[in-house]
Every structure is written in C-alpha cells, then in structure tokens.
Nanobody, 116 residues
Framework: QVELVESGGGLVQAGGSLRLSCAASGPFSINAMGWYRQAPGKQRELVADITYGGSTKYADSVKGRFTISRDNAKIIVYLQMNMLKPEDTAVYHC???????????GGQGTQVTVSS
C-alpha cells in the first residue's frame, strides 16, 4: 500500500510563494508523480506532473510560476509556487503512479489560500 503525505500549504498574499511537499512510502516503485488542485465549485485541475526521469508538464495556468521537482532517493515530490494569485486558492493533492500501473492519491491534501 502506497501512502502519500502532503505538507506545505498555508495562507499567503498575492505575489507570494509557497513550497508544497509530498512524501511517498510503500512497497512499490514509483513512476510519475504530480499535483492536482480542487477549488470550491471548480473542476479538479492537473497542475503539474513529473516523470521518474524528470520530464515535466504543467497546466497553462501555472506555467512560468510553478516548478515541480522530485527527489527519487527519498520519494518526495515538490511544488514550488511563485507569484501566487488568488485563483490559485485550492486544496492541492499529490499523486503517484506505481510500477503496477495504479495511481495513488494523497489523503486530505493541503490547503493553499492566496489573499488579494
């Protein structure tokens, strides 16, 4: 069973920065990892994805502001969020794709609130 624990959210003013972390543990190898976000009344949005080899993808809404990275030895994925906007306010959830082809999601996620 893969477990994912997110951390690093909080309240920040527009233009500020936050860094999210998600640590994975379990008996399976992890391939791609990434982050979704869910804002009230909005559809879930894929924010960023990173493969084991370090190839990345971003939602258009965060390109140039967010950076995803990972530490394969520690099985941690990070999301550095700069120039935050009020529309970035959401609960951020991480995910990990296991070597068995299953996508596991983090638990409660971490709340990011950006004030104007």
């Amino acid at each position: 069973q893969v477990e994912l624990v997110e951390s690093g959210g909080g309240l920040v003013q527009a233009g500020g920065s936050l860094r999210l972390s998600c640590a994975a543990s379990g008996p399976f190898s992890i391939n791609a990892m990434g982050w979704y976000r869910q804002a009230p009344g909005k559809q879930r949005e894929l924010v960023a994805d990173i493969t084991y080899g370090g190839s990345t993808k971003y939602a258009d809404s965060v390109k140039g502001r967010f950076t995803i990275s990972r530490d394969n030895a520690k099985i941690i994925v990070y999301l550095q969020m700069n120039m935050l906007k009020p529309e970035d306010t959401a609960v951020y959830h991480c995910y990990a794709d296991t070597s068995t082809g299953v996508r596991k999601y983090g638990g409660q996620g971490t709340q990011v609130t950006v004030s104007s």
